[in-house]
C-alpha cells in the first residue's frame, strides 16, 4: 500500500523515515540504519522536521523534544544531551 500525504522524506545509509501530514512517522529499511522506530514510536507524535546521519535520524517535535533512534554511535540515542534542548520560537 503506498504512503499518502508525505510531507518529508530522509535516509540513512540503509533506511527511510517518512513524515506524514497527520505528523506521525514511518520507518522502513535495515533496524541496524533505523529502519526500526519501535523503541520510540510511541513518542512520535507531532514531527515537525526529521534529520538523519549515515545510520540514525532525529525527529523534532512540535513542542521542540528531540527523539531520535538508530545506531546509536551514530547520532541515534540523544539521552546524554537531552536535557541541552530548549524550545526555540
Same mark, same amino acid.
Given at each position: ?11 540513512? &545509509?540503509? /533506511?527511510? +523515515? *517518512?513524515?506524514?501530514? %497527520?505528523?506521525?512517522? =514511518? @520507518? #522502513? $529499511?535495515?533496524?541496524?540504519?533505523? !529502519? ?17 546521519? &549515515?545510520? /540514525?535520524? +532525529? *525527529?523534532?517535535?512540535? %513542542?521542540?523534544?528531540? =527523539? @531520535? #533512534? $538508530?545506531?546509536?554511535?551514530?547520532? !541515534? ?13
Amino acid at each position: 500500500q503506498p504512503l499518502r500525504n508525505v510531507r518529508q522524506v530522509q535516509a540513512t &545509509s540503509g /533506511a527511510f +523515515a *517518512a513524515t506524514v501530514s %497527520d505528523g506521525s512517522i =514511518v @520507518t #522502513w $529499511g535495515d533496524s541496524r540504519y533505523g !529502519g526500526d522506530s519501535s523503541g520510540v514510536h510511541d513518542r512520535l507524535r507531532n514531527v515537525q522536521q526529521i534529520h538523519s546521519t &549515515s545510520r /540514525a535520524f +532525529a *525527529a523534532i517535535l512540535m %513542542d521542540g523534544q528531540v =527523539v @531520535t #533512534w $538508530g545506531d546509536f554511535g551514530f547520532g !541515534g540515542n540523544c539521552n546524554r544531551v537531552r536535557e541541552q534542548f530548549t524550545l526555540m520560537s
